[in-house]
């Protein structure tokens, strides 16, 4: 009994890695391939900072700053989304957790939902190659879909590959001086997780200092295996 629930369970992937590992860019293939839907916390903190709320007011000047917004805001945050039903079909997470707290929190959240981790992936770029494509990342204010000045421009200038859109955003801390703070805000609070689901048992390293299709296709093994 207890077995067959923990196979229907909707699968749980994590992507770990540095800001510009290619971790949202991932996440969006996924759900359009296997419609796990991606749960980016920097995207519900930036929606909640646009909308306002208590926990926008309290995170903006932290990510502002390239630090880590308060572990009690962002489990309050996450817990909610995954009660949303769409997330019926399983759900990738994308920039959380990112610290040892948040990690402990989420096994404690799945477990009270009879879920488990099927796989935490890290994703590993070089500090260089992550400044590379931070400093040229932009996204479509219409559709969200994710390009890079260099590495994946839409195929007509100006203008969105998947929904047309013209309108195009890039984000505030993607810049020169966040950057730093963010990286060593990875190394010190992020990278410890790899240890951390190595010892559970679930973690893949992937080179994601390649193409983007080269790491979707390791990604699609990595999560068959998982998924089972
Ligand atoms: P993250 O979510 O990890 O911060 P993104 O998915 O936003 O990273 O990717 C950062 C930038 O790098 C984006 O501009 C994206 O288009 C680009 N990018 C993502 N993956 C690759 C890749 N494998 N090679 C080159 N550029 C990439
Ligand atoms: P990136 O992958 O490029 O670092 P994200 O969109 O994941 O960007 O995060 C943007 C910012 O939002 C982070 O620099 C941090 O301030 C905040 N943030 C996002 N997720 C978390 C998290 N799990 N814990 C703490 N802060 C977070
Ligand atoms: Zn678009």
Do not use: W
Request: charged share 20%.
């Amino acid at each position: 009994m207890c077995a067959e629930i923990a196979a229907q369970a909707a699968p749980v992937l994590i992507l770990l890695g540095p800001p510009g590992a290619g971790k949202g860019t991932q996440a969006r293939l996924l759900q359009e391939a296997h419609g796990y839907v991606q749960l980016s916390t920097g995207d519900l903190l930036r929606e909640a900072v646009a909308n306002g709320t208590a926990a926008g007011q309290a995170a903006k000047a932290v990510m502002a700053a390239g630090g880590l917004v308060s572990d009690d805001i962002v489990i309050a945050i996450l817990s909610e989304r995954l009660d949303q039903p769409d997330t019926a079909q399983g759900v990738i997470l994308d920039g959380f957790p990112r610290t040892t707290v948040q990690a402990q929190a989420l096994d404690q959240l799945l477990q009270t939902r009879g879920q488990r981790i099927n796989a935490a992936i890290s994703l590993e770029v070089d500090d260089a190659q992550m400044v590379t494509r931070i400093s040229g990342r932009f996204t479509c204010g219409g559709c969200g879909e994710g390009y890079h000045d260099q590495f994946k421009a839409p195929a007509t200038p100006g203008q969105c590959d998947k929904c047309g859109g013209t309108d195009f955003k890039r984000r505030a801390d993607d810049n020169a001086e966040t950057v730093g703070s963010r990286l060593a805000a990875y190394h010190a609070q992020t990278a410890p997780l790899i240890s951390y689901y190595e010892g559970k048992g679930v973690l893949s390293g992937v080179d994601a200092m390649g193409d983007i299709a080269a790491i979707q296709a390791s990604l699609a093994n990595i999560i068959s295996r998982a998924t089972a």
